[in-house]
Protein backbone atom coordinates (compact mmCIF):
# COMPACT_ATOMS: atom_id res chain seq x y z
CA UNK A 1 0.00 0.00 0.00
CA UNK A 2 1.13 3.70 -0.83
CA UNK A 3 2.04 5.54 1.84
CA UNK A 4 -0.54 8.17 1.28
CA UNK A 5 -2.87 6.03 1.21
CA UNK A 6 -1.99 4.44 4.11
CA UNK A 7 -2.30 7.74 5.92
CA UNK A 8 -6.04 8.52 4.14
CA UNK A 9 -7.50 5.08 5.43
CA UNK A 10 -6.07 5.21 8.85
CA UNK A 11 -6.63 9.52 9.70
CA UNK A 12 -10.58 8.04 8.12
CA UNK A 13 -10.49 5.50 10.59
CA UNK A 14 -9.74 7.55 13.40
CA UNK A 15 -12.27 10.95 12.69
CA UNK A 16 -14.88 8.15 12.60
CA UNK A 17 -14.35 5.97 14.91
CA UNK A 18 -12.59 8.35 17.41
CA UNK A 19 -14.28 11.95 16.84
CA UNK A 20 -13.51 12.89 19.91
CA UNK A 21 -9.85 12.26 21.47
CA UNK A 22 -8.31 15.01 24.15
CA UNK A 23 -5.04 14.83 26.67
CA UNK A 24 -6.20 12.91 29.68
CA UNK A 25 -4.08 15.17 32.11
CA UNK A 26 -6.26 17.09 34.20
CA UNK A 27 -5.75 20.97 34.02
CA UNK A 28 -7.09 24.26 34.31
CA UNK A 29 -5.09 26.49 32.58
CA UNK A 30 -1.62 26.46 30.72
CA UNK A 31 0.55 26.66 33.88
CA UNK A 32 -1.12 23.41 35.33
CA UNK A 33 -0.56 21.24 31.74
CA UNK A 34 3.07 22.82 31.58
CA UNK A 35 3.40 21.44 35.58
CA UNK A 36 1.59 17.85 34.60
CA UNK A 37 3.43 17.53 31.09
CA UNK A 38 6.96 17.85 33.26
CA UNK A 39 5.80 15.52 35.90
CA UNK A 40 4.06 13.05 33.30
CA UNK A 41 7.72 11.67 32.11
CA UNK A 42 8.40 8.25 32.43
CA UNK A 43 5.08 8.23 34.57
CA UNK A 44 1.62 7.65 33.66
CA UNK A 45 -0.73 10.32 33.35
CA UNK A 46 -2.87 8.27 35.65
CA UNK A 47 -0.72 8.68 38.86
CA UNK A 48 0.09 12.37 37.99
CA UNK A 49 -3.32 13.28 37.89
CA UNK A 50 -3.63 12.40 41.69
CA UNK A 51 -0.39 14.41 42.35
CA UNK A 52 -1.63 17.18 41.19
CA UNK A 53 -4.63 18.64 43.26
CA UNK A 54 -2.54 19.04 46.48
CA UNK A 55 0.37 20.46 44.89
CA UNK A 56 -1.67 22.90 42.77
CA UNK A 57 -3.32 23.83 46.31
CA UNK A 58 -0.21 24.41 47.43
CA UNK A 59 0.99 26.18 44.06
CA UNK A 60 -1.79 28.05 42.49
CA UNK A 61 -0.04 30.11 40.23
CA UNK A 62 3.92 30.44 38.52
CA UNK A 63 4.69 33.20 41.19
CA UNK A 64 4.08 30.81 44.56
CA UNK A 65 6.00 27.58 42.66
CA UNK A 66 8.72 30.43 42.45
CA UNK A 67 8.94 31.58 45.18
CA UNK A 68 9.29 27.69 46.53
CA UNK A 69 12.23 25.86 46.76
CA UNK A 70 13.13 21.98 45.53
CA UNK A 71 12.82 20.91 49.18
CA UNK A 72 9.36 22.30 49.57
CA UNK A 73 7.71 21.22 46.21
CA UNK A 74 9.48 17.28 46.73
CA UNK A 75 6.72 16.19 49.31
CA UNK A 76 4.18 17.02 47.12
CA UNK A 77 5.22 15.05 43.93
CA UNK A 78 7.74 12.17 45.81
CA UNK A 79 4.94 9.44 44.60
CA UNK A 80 6.26 10.51 41.08
CA UNK A 81 9.19 9.11 38.81
CA UNK A 82 12.08 10.65 39.76
CA UNK A 83 10.86 13.07 42.01
CA UNK A 84 14.27 14.85 43.03
CA UNK A 85 14.91 16.13 39.58
CA UNK A 86 11.14 16.95 38.78
CA UNK A 87 11.32 19.15 41.91
CA UNK A 88 14.28 21.05 40.67
CA UNK A 89 13.09 21.37 37.18
CA UNK A 90 9.49 22.48 38.40
CA UNK A 91 11.24 24.98 40.94
CA UNK A 92 13.39 26.71 38.13
CA UNK A 93 10.98 26.20 35.24
CA UNK A 94 8.60 28.71 37.60
CA UNK A 95 11.30 31.11 38.46
CA UNK A 96 12.00 31.21 34.85
CA UNK A 97 8.36 31.44 33.69
CA UNK A 98 8.56 34.63 36.30
CA UNK A 99 11.16 36.29 35.67
CA UNK A 100 11.50 36.08 32.18
CA UNK A 101 7.80 35.91 30.22
CA UNK A 102 6.11 37.48 33.43
CA UNK A 103 4.19 34.39 34.48
CA UNK A 104 2.51 33.75 31.33
CA UNK A 105 3.25 30.33 29.39
CA UNK A 106 4.91 31.07 26.07
CA UNK A 107 3.11 29.80 22.78
CA UNK A 108 6.78 30.24 21.08
CA UNK A 109 8.24 26.31 21.04
CA UNK A 110 12.13 27.39 21.29
CA UNK A 111 10.99 30.02 24.52
CA UNK A 112 9.42 26.94 25.82
CA UNK A 113 12.33 24.72 25.66
CA UNK A 114 14.44 27.18 27.28
CA UNK A 115 12.21 26.54 30.78
CA UNK A 116 14.05 24.12 32.77
CA UNK A 117 12.20 20.08 32.27
CA UNK A 118 11.03 21.31 28.57
CA UNK A 119 12.39 19.40 26.22
CA UNK A 120 10.85 19.31 22.80
CA UNK A 121 8.43 16.85 23.27
CA UNK A 122 7.08 18.91 26.40
CA UNK A 123 7.10 21.90 24.48
CA UNK A 124 5.19 20.30 21.18
CA UNK A 125 2.67 19.11 23.82
CA UNK A 126 1.72 22.95 25.30
CA UNK A 127 2.26 24.37 21.65
CA UNK A 128 -0.69 21.26 19.81
CA UNK A 129 -3.01 21.46 23.16
CA UNK A 130 -2.89 25.15 24.46
CA UNK A 131 -2.14 27.07 21.05
CA UNK A 132 -3.18 24.74 18.67
CA UNK A 133 0.41 24.80 16.63
CA UNK A 134 0.93 22.54 13.64
CA UNK A 135 3.27 20.42 15.48
CA UNK A 136 3.91 17.08 16.52
CA UNK A 137 4.89 16.03 19.99
CA UNK A 138 6.18 12.00 19.68
CA UNK A 139 6.35 10.10 22.75
CA UNK A 140 6.68 6.34 23.17
CA UNK A 141 3.13 5.89 22.20
CA UNK A 142 3.44 7.69 19.44
CA UNK A 143 6.74 6.67 18.07
CA UNK A 144 6.05 3.35 18.38
CA UNK A 145 2.18 3.32 16.83
CA UNK A 146 3.68 5.38 14.19
CA UNK A 147 6.51 2.63 13.02
CA UNK A 148 3.91 -0.31 13.44
CA UNK A 149 1.17 1.13 11.55
CA UNK A 150 3.89 2.24 8.71
CA UNK A 151 3.27 5.99 8.99
CA UNK A 152 6.84 6.42 9.93
CA UNK A 153 9.85 4.23 7.59
CA UNK A 154 13.19 4.13 9.71
CA UNK A 155 13.03 6.69 11.98
CA UNK A 156 15.66 6.26 14.35
CA UNK A 157 14.47 9.33 16.82
CA UNK A 158 11.20 10.84 17.93
CA UNK A 159 12.50 14.29 15.59
CA UNK A 160 12.69 12.09 12.58
CA UNK A 161 9.06 10.34 13.34
CA UNK A 162 7.64 14.11 14.12
CA UNK A 163 9.40 15.27 10.88
CA UNK A 164 7.41 12.16 8.36
CA UNK A 165 4.43 12.74 10.53
CA UNK A 166 3.97 16.74 10.53
CA UNK A 167 4.55 16.12 6.65
CA UNK A 168 1.78 14.03 5.65
CA UNK A 169 -1.17 15.19 8.36
CA UNK A 170 -3.10 18.08 6.99
CA UNK A 171 -1.75 20.60 9.86
CA UNK A 172 -5.47 21.18 11.30
CA UNK A 173 -5.62 17.57 11.90
CA UNK A 174 -1.95 17.73 13.95
CA UNK A 175 -3.62 18.39 17.14
CA UNK A 176 -6.28 15.55 17.65
CA UNK A 177 -4.20 13.39 15.08
CA UNK A 178 -1.28 13.43 18.69
CA UNK A 179 -3.90 11.99 20.87
CA UNK A 180 -5.39 9.38 18.37
CA UNK A 181 -1.87 7.87 18.46
CA UNK A 182 -1.25 8.23 22.19
CA UNK A 183 -4.73 6.72 23.33
CA UNK A 184 -4.27 3.91 20.55
CA UNK A 185 -0.70 3.11 21.65
CA UNK A 186 -2.25 3.38 24.92
CA UNK A 187 -5.31 1.32 25.16
CA UNK A 188 -4.90 -1.01 21.81
CA UNK A 189 -1.28 -0.97 20.18
CA UNK A 190 0.30 -2.13 23.33
CA UNK A 191 4.31 -2.21 23.72
CA UNK A 192 4.50 -5.92 24.17
CA UNK A 193 1.19 -7.51 23.80
CA UNK A 194 -0.59 -5.44 20.86
CA UNK A 195 -4.21 -6.63 20.73
CA UNK A 196 -4.18 -6.95 16.95
CA UNK A 197 -7.38 -8.48 16.98
CA UNK A 198 -9.11 -5.57 18.46
CA UNK A 199 -7.72 -3.17 16.28
CA UNK A 200 -9.42 -1.63 13.64
CA UNK A 201 -6.69 -0.43 11.63
CA UNK A 202 -5.22 -3.62 10.98
CA UNK A 203 -6.30 -3.69 7.51
CA UNK A 204 -3.83 -0.77 6.65
CA UNK A 205 -1.15 -2.24 9.75
CA UNK A 206 2.38 -2.77 8.14
CA UNK A 207 3.01 -4.70 11.58
CA UNK A 208 0.00 -6.56 11.33
CA UNK A 209 0.32 -7.51 7.85
CA UNK A 210 4.33 -8.74 8.43
CA UNK A 211 2.94 -10.80 11.22
CA UNK A 212 0.46 -12.19 9.40
CA UNK A 213 3.06 -13.36 6.22
CA UNK A 214 4.98 -14.75 9.36
CA UNK A 215 2.10 -17.40 10.31
Known amino acids: ?49 MTTPALFERFPTPQD ?43 DIDSLQRLPGVGRKTANVIGIVVFNKAVMPVDTHVFRVSDRLGLSTGAKTP ?10 IPP ?5 AHHWLILHGRYVCLARKPKCGECGLSEWCRYYGKQRTKE
Open 1 to 49: MRTDERYRRILEWFGTNMPVAESELRYRNPYELLVAVILSAQCTDKRVN
Open 65 to 107: MAAASPEEIYPYIKSISYPNNKARNLAGMARKLVSEFGGEVPS
Open 159 to 168: LQTEQQLTAR
Open 172 to 176: ELLPI
